[in-house]
């Protein structure tokens, strides 16, 4: 009931690589009934939705992230993800920052996401955008500055798999985002339909933010959390810990062999 409670709240699918799943679903655009195939161009789509479209940033090959053991690679088995917050945590935060020009990786974010991906996790950042509501900046902004991230990242042989962003704010200017919402951060909403759009089993999925709003809505919906520094935020300077250690914690975590998490013992196999 959640999940379809926050199907109309404006969570957005921004983009979505096809991925290592031999078997598994097509690139489906969560939300709309439209398909992006592997190395097509995405191109704005279902217009008359506000903001619904597929980016069109390059196409990982499939078979990059199929080494290694995924235990997700059966369709029939829900898979884990990693969701990220995105400023302050992946890239340097500017406060409502609509210039792609300053996107900045915090240093060992594409190791961490190459580590975590080879230890089979999906990965998805869930932002708060509030600046969309405040009219600061535009959701074309957004786009732009999320390829910008996808082509840094990229460079480096790392990608994201979907992009969910909050518009919302209550004291937004644009009165159809200025409302109370369930996808807000620390509300969990966007990891919630996240979860329904990916086959995520939550319980064994992590969140890994720089503010506790991030914890907050991990831990709501039942995700393991850890917080990272946020080297640009003197609130949050050296609460938390860096990105490659972040990686390395939640990869001993997951490990078969762990005591705490077997990677196996939560998942709720089909008859
Ligand atoms: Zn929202």
Redesign the pocket.
């Known amino acids: 009931m959640r999940i379809a409670a926050t199907r109309d709240?404006?969570?957005l699918v921004v983009l979505r690589h096809q991925t290592c799943l031999s078997d598994g679903p097509p690139s489906v655009v969560a939300g709309s009934d439209e398909t992006l195939r592997n190395g097509e161009q995405g191109q704005p789509r279902n217009q008359g939705v506000p903001g619904v479209w597929v980016d069109n940033r390059p196409i990982a090959p499939t078979t990059q992230a199929c080494d290694g053991a995924f235990d997700w690679r059966d369709d029939r088995q829900p898979c884990r993800a990693v969701f990220f917050d995105r400023d302050g945590t992946l890239i340097v935060n500017y406060p409502y920052n609509g210039d792609e020009r300053r996107v900045e990786l915090i240093p060992g974010a594409a190791t961490a996401l190459n580590a975590l991906r080879q230890a089979g996790y999906r990965l998805i950042v869930v932002t708060n955008q509030s600046g969309i509501a405040r009219e600061i900046i535009s959701v074309a902004d957004l786009k732009r500055v999320h390829t910008q991230l996808s082509r840094q990242l990229w460079e480096q042989r790392a990608w994201i798999d979907a992009y969910y962003y909050?518009?919302?704010h209550v004291d937004g200017k644009d009165r159809s985002l200025a409302l109370p919402?369930?996808?807000?951060k620390p509300s969990p909403?966007m990891l919630m339909r996240a979860a329904a759009e990916w086959s995520i089993d939550l319980s064994r999925s992590w969140m890994i933010g720089d503010q506790p709003s991030d914890l907050e809505a991990g831990a709501a919906c039942g995700c393991r959390v850890v917080r990272v520094g946020s080297p640009g935020d003197e609130a949050t300077r050296g609460a938390g810990v860096g990105l490659l250690d972040a990686a390395q914690i939640i990869e001993s975590y997951g490990a078969p062999s762990s005591p705490i998490a077997p990677a196996k013992r939560h998942v709720a196999r089909p008859a």
């Open positions: 709240l404006g969570l909050c518009p919302h919402c369930a996808c807000r909403g």
